[in-house]
């Protein structure tokens, strides 16, 4: 059945996210609360929230919830599984309203040892809540076909008929009713390499300052190394790196037994289930075919004479002999905007949005200057990087961390295209469908960077400014398709040679990671010592067949929005895509806005689109004003 967690998007993204600044950082209840957001509209007090979970917690013992468990065995008759589902859903609701606000509090100040033991709480409380409900998938699927159908063409199920649709999709592949309560058992246990890596990755991994060309060293952290890699100083930049990659190298067996470890933990639940591989099991649920992960790679694999013609170029415009991997990120036109002030940048991304329409663009107003969805300033223990969270009982809600630098101006756009695709779904869907697939979930926030870039280039007076624009778009589609795919096909190579029986071995993960970015980023590229143990990290690997989503969701942004910037009829279809939440599998989903996965032309369009800005960087850059 459907997990207790509501959607948090954005967080993972951290090729689109600023690193932030050293301004001095405040503590929280220094912060007005008119400049922190609104989550006291989700319980007032942790008083309240605390008397909610005492409700919502049911029994101490095993069952939690007599009343629910009363109908194991039953759920035969359409009434009896009608009146469950309403009763699990509603359950389902409020244990998601209890973890959005103990998350968010908790990300307020991760130092916080009531807001931990409090998230801990409830967390706790889900796993109980999984594993209770273990048995309702195997009970409903060992219905005969004809039993099932009847469920499925039942006037009373109406509204939870494509919810048993997609869980009759997964009959070849649910076990008996001991063997799940088993693998829902296991649950905790599995996440172990994910949980230890994170630790270790966010706390206690340390490396040596960085220098730079002043001989000042320069505090090294996984946060401050993406600030680096955009620092003019060269020095700088690839003394980050190389001490960056060496804190790695130097815990390699550890970090190649982490992936090893999650690997496994998906190939597990592959073959318990039977599915032929782990990328079939990871992608089956939401009958997304093995094939649009191949189209992909194949596209991009044929255009990638392109990303080699910009390293090429990139090479030329920085002015230097060898181009290496610290000086990828930093920008070919210097910044020369000023800062902008927060009410600024929402005022600018409220702007941005009316080629969506007034309705669309008064509610992120009301969202962004009134009801409080945003908390904009660094304190001291937040949670860094940006997010959009929030469950179907609350306004959407934004973490971010804003220093006024052009791409926090940008992640506020990206991370309200979250927010509004998530309002309009919970606005326009039952609970049971109101939280959008992932595979469709960077489509709306790339969407909305795209409406800001639109703008930002529309006021631009200079060359200077547009090419920096340019330069920045392309470099989206370079760290968030061609980037993501090299990932993506890491990802696919590790787990087949898991699936072959292959032992992961670092130098196994360094002799391919380095031919992929070999064929990726083409000859002109060196690829220093440190960049074969970039695999060790990223997140992403620790998420099971993941970061392609990233790739296809921007091909299918930017299809989207080159057609509803040109008709009406095309930017109404979008917006229905927006409201449709989870009522379809996500193919489908894209497919009422007008783009088709299943074919490669929406990635073979942004590779031209590409293609497109490079040249026109090249035609600002010549011009008289630079």
Known sequence: MKKALPIILGILNLSMLDAGGFDMVRERNEVPKEERWNVEALYPSLTEWKKDFEIVKGNDGSPHWPKLKAFEGKLKKPDAVSRFSDEYFELDRRLSKLYTYAHLKLDEDLGNDEAKQTFGQISSLIHDFRLEYAWVEPELLSLSENDFNRLLNAPTLKKYR???????????????????????????????????????NNA????????????????LTTGTFLLYMRDPDRTLRKNAFTNLHRGYEEHANMMCELIQGQVQNHLFGTRARKFKDCREAALFPNNVDSAVYDNLIAVIHDHLPLLHEYIQLRKQLLHIDELHPYDLYIPLVDDQQTETSYQDACRLVIDSVAPLGQSYQKTLEGGLLVSRWVDPIETQRKRSGAYSSGCFDSMPYILMNYHGTLN?????????????????????????????PIFVAEVASTFNEQLL?????????????????????????????????LFAEFELYIHRQAEEGVTLTPSLLKEYYLKLNRDYYGPELVLDSGIDYEWARIPHFYYDFYVYQYATGLSAALALFEKAMKSEDDRDRYLQFLSSGGSRYPIDLLCIAGVDLRDRAPIAAAMKRFGTLVNELKKELQKNDL
């Not at 309002?423 to 049971?432: A, C, D, E, M």
């Not at 006021?459 to 778009?473: G, P, V």
């Open 204 to 219: 206690d991994l340390k490396f040596e300052p960085a220098e730079a060309s002043g001989e000042e060293k320069r505090e």
């Open 453 to 485: 870039l639109k703008l930002f280039k529309e006021r631009a007076k200079t060359s200077r400014e547009r090419a920096y624009l340019i330069n920045y778009e392309i470099e989206a589609i370079r760290t968030t398709i061609f980037r993501q795919t």
């Open 408 to 436: 926090d101006v940008l992640t506020l756009a990206h991370e309200a295209g979250h927010s509004m695709h998530s309002y309009l779904s919970r606005k326009n869907q039952p609970y049971v469908y109101a939280d959008y």
């Open 162 to 200: 494509f919810f048993l649709e997609k869980m009759g999709r997964m009959r070849p592949y649910i076990l008996s009713r001991d063997l799940e309560s088993l693998i829902a058992l296991s649950a905790k246990a599995l996440e172990t390499p994910y949980k230890t890596f994170g630790a270790l």
